[in-house]
């Protein structure tokens, strides 16, 4: 007999509590093997994907791509000891017919064909009996009863979807695909529509903007609505608990980064730097681990279950990253040990791969301190919200031309403006002033890190 085995959602070692369905690589009736990659979810931060516990053939995805999970809940159900299927009774085959193909021998069991192994690597569902071998019923697991034929009301049709078991067949409404897919990413339930034929793109935009919305002259939306969900919901309950949470105190300096800006054009010309890519981002990060050593404060943090503030003896280094799926911030593990150049490779390493959705989710949690580069959009500053767990956040400008006052004259001078937002409950104003002082005077003269 089949053995159906459950995959619950699993907590991905980072205490979450729901995961989005990204996208399935296998379908009901697919072959699986151990550790095989089945499907991709977002976590709080991150895409990771998912292997495949038991080897078996899949018979039902429990949600669709774009679907919210709560940790724990089913998501596909395998049939571990699909040969048993075999075994299941089928009514006897005309006497003229030939044998029909209907099973096939793996590891000494039979095995309905589509189950067993295959021979390619092309996915292909379960085949239906050949008319010749007469009709083989196939009950799903704990879903629908048999129906006798003298049940009063006609038999149950099983749908092809998993998920068409759970409503009526007569309740599912008429829509174009695409309009189906226009209903799931507004967020729009089909059935709740009253419509007495098929449901049209109109319908579906009407119900999923209930007020009064700008019409287009050709008559449609001009408004979409969005779920709140994946990245962005959790960046966004993650912020408000910092600033509701931690008191913040924003300071500014502006400094000649003209030095850093030399500095960095000759070692693009040293043998030791010509394959590894410096940037000023990369000099504010040496610049943080070599002032933060000065200042123990601002790699602290505020422990308020415990009455108590946690030093930390090392630099997790935060590199806020802007990626398709939202703002994201990897971490470059024990910053302060690394020279300039494993700075600039761990830095460049992290930004690739969160750019490709591929950021792990250790790299993700336990930072002590964060650098947001909004220089690069061409943003002089701003005033950046602490991540939580930490005390401080930098944001580091756009590096301008502007006019500059040296040794009484005025000349046009490479230009950055510093903003350094900290926690008061862990950092008075001067210690906060002092980091940002000696992280301006590092950018504006990096030969002072030798008197560090």
């Not at 049939?79 to 299927?85: F, H, S, V, Y």
């Not at 767990?389 to 006052?405: C, F, Q, R």
Request: proline share 10%; glycine share 8%.
């Amino acid at each position: 007999m089949p053995d159906y085995k459950v995959f619950p959602l699993p907590d991905t070692a980072e205490g979450l509590v729901d995961a989005e369905i990204l996208a399935w690589h296998v379908e009901p009736g697919d072959e699986v093997k151990v550790n095989q990659i089945i499907v991709e979810i977002e976590t709080a931060k991150a895409a990771v994907e998912l292997p495949c516990p038991w080897a078996g053939v899949v018979t039902e995805l429990h949600a669709q791509a774009g679907d919210t999970v709560n940790v724990g809940s089913p998501i596909v159900t395998i049939d571990i000891d699909p040969g048993g299927a075999a075994a299941a009774p089928a009514a006897p085959a005309p006497a003229a017919a030939a044998p029909a193909p209907a099973a096939a021998e793996s590891n000494g069991q039979a095995m309905l064909v589509g189950y067993g192994p295959k021979a390619g690597s092309a996915k292909r569902r379960p085949r239906k009996a050949a008319a010749s071998a007469g009709p083989v019923v196939t009950e799903p697991p704990a879903r629908v009863a048999p129906v006798t034929p003298a049940a009063p009301e006609p038999a149950l049709i099983v749908p092809d979807s998993p998920a068409a078991l759970l409503e009526p067949r007569g309740l599912v409404p008429l829509a174009k695909p695409p309009v189906r897919k226009l209903a799931k990413d507004l967020g729009v339930d089909l059935r709740t529509l009253a419509t007495n034929g098929v449901i049209t793109r109109a319908d579906v935009q009407r119900a999923a903007a209930p007020s009064p919305a700008p019409l287009s002259p050709e008559g449609g939306v001009r408004e979409r609505r969005v779920p709140i969900k994946g990245v962005r919901k959790m960046t966004a309950l993650a912020m408000v608990e910092s600033a509701f949470t931690a008191p913040h105190v924003t300071e500014f300096l502006t400094i000649d980064v003209t030095p850093m800006m030399e500095l960095r054009a000759r070692l693009k010309t040293d043998a030791r730097f010509r394959d590894v890519k410096i940037t000023p981002l990369t000099f504010a990060a040496k610049a943080v681990c070599l002032a933060a050593g000065r200042t123990p404060d601002i790699n602290a943090v505020w422990d308020g279950d415990a009455a108590e503030i946690v030093y930390k003896d090392y630099v997790h280094l935060g590199i806020a990253a802007a990626t398709p799926r939202g703002l994201i911030v990897p971490k470059v593990r024990d910053a302060d040990r690394r020279s300039l150049r494993e700075l600039a490779e761990a830095i460049e390493a992290l930004t690739v791969t969160a750019r490709e959705g591929k950021t792990a989710p250790a790299d993700m949690v336990g930072g002590t301190f964060t650098i947001t580069n909004v220089g690069v959009f061409g943003v002089d500053t701003g005033t950046p919200i602490i991540n939580p767990g930490e005390s401080a956040i930098l944001a580091l400008g756009a590096i301008k031309d502007l006019p500059w006052v040296v040794g009484g004259q005025v000349v046009p001078r490479k230009v950055c403006q510093l903003a350094l937002s900290f926690d008061h409950r862990v950092i008075d104003g001067q210690q906060g002033s002092q980091f940002l002082a000696d992280v301006g005077a590092l950018l504006a003269d990096p030969s002072l890190a030798i008197t560090y």
